[in-house]
């Protein structure tokens, strides 16, 4: 639902990613991706040569895990974890490293989703007193309205991730973790970038409608 919540969430996005770079104060965008382990049921056939490789239909579920990840769209700079699970502590730990990542940001912009699991609650449930306090200080949280997804910009790296290794089977963690964390790295190296191009401007005439409805019932209330 387009309300004025919606509304407000979506122009601080659009202000944040319309920002130059500035590496004291770094925009990132972070957000956790279940991962399902899925192992062959019987060999695979050997490949022919000038063939597709094919899978047999059935399969065995070995349980799942959590890609957590974070990209920098103005730098492609890129951070991913892979966890059995993901709890405060998982989320507490992957923003401690990417704390880390950046030593000399004052602030660190972060758009989020709103998983309870993503506050600062979970730095105090993980760390000591003082450490929490002193992390979360370099963090200041953006948060995606909700069902807005395609506002976090992160979206567009897990959909890379799927077409180049996640939309096959992978029986186990720790494959999948090394296939992931190769994969960000190169991309890393390769300094993808992601150029954003939906303004606050774009967004007043796309959802214009909206804007007047909200605007109008604002108006009634004088």
């Not at 991706?33 to 070995?62: D, S, W």
């Not at 953006?142 to 910009?153: D, E, Y």
Request: proline share 5%; hydrophobic share 40%; charged share 25%.
């Amino acid at each position: 639902m387009i309300d004025s919540r919606f509304i407000a969430r979506l122009e601080e996005l659009l202000h944040l990613y319309a920002l130059a770079h500035d590496p004291l104060h770094p925009v990132l965008c972070f957000d956790e991706r279940p991962c399902f382990l899925i192992g062959e049921a019987m060999a695979p056939l050997n490949p022919q040569p000038g063939k597709v490789a094919r899978e047999h239909y059935a399969y065995t579920k070995n349980g799942s895990c959590s890609l957590l990840a974070a990209i920098e769209p103005l730098t492609g700079a890129r951070l991913a974890q892979v966890h059995r699970q993901r709890t405060k502590r998982e989320y507490a730990l992957f923003l401690k490293e990417l704390a880390s990542k950046y030593p000399q940001a004052q602030t660190i912009h972060l758009v989020q989703d709103n998983l309870n699991t993503h506050c600062k609650s979970a730095l105090y449930e993980t760390f000591a007193p003082q450490e929490a306090f002193a992390l979360s200080q370099r963090f200041m949280f953006h948060f995606t309205p909700k069902s807005a997804s395609w506002l976090n910009m992160i979206e567009i790296e897990f959909s890379a991730l799927s077409r180049q290794c996640l939309n096959r089977r992978i029986p186990t963690m720790e494959q999948l973790e090394h296939e992931v964390l190769a994969l960000v790295q190169e991309r890393e190296d390769k300094a993808i970038k992601f150029n954003w191009q939906f303004s606050i401007q774009k967004a007043r005439t796309t959802f214009k409608n909206r804007y007047a409805e909200i605007h109008k019932n604002t108006n009634s209330l004088d």
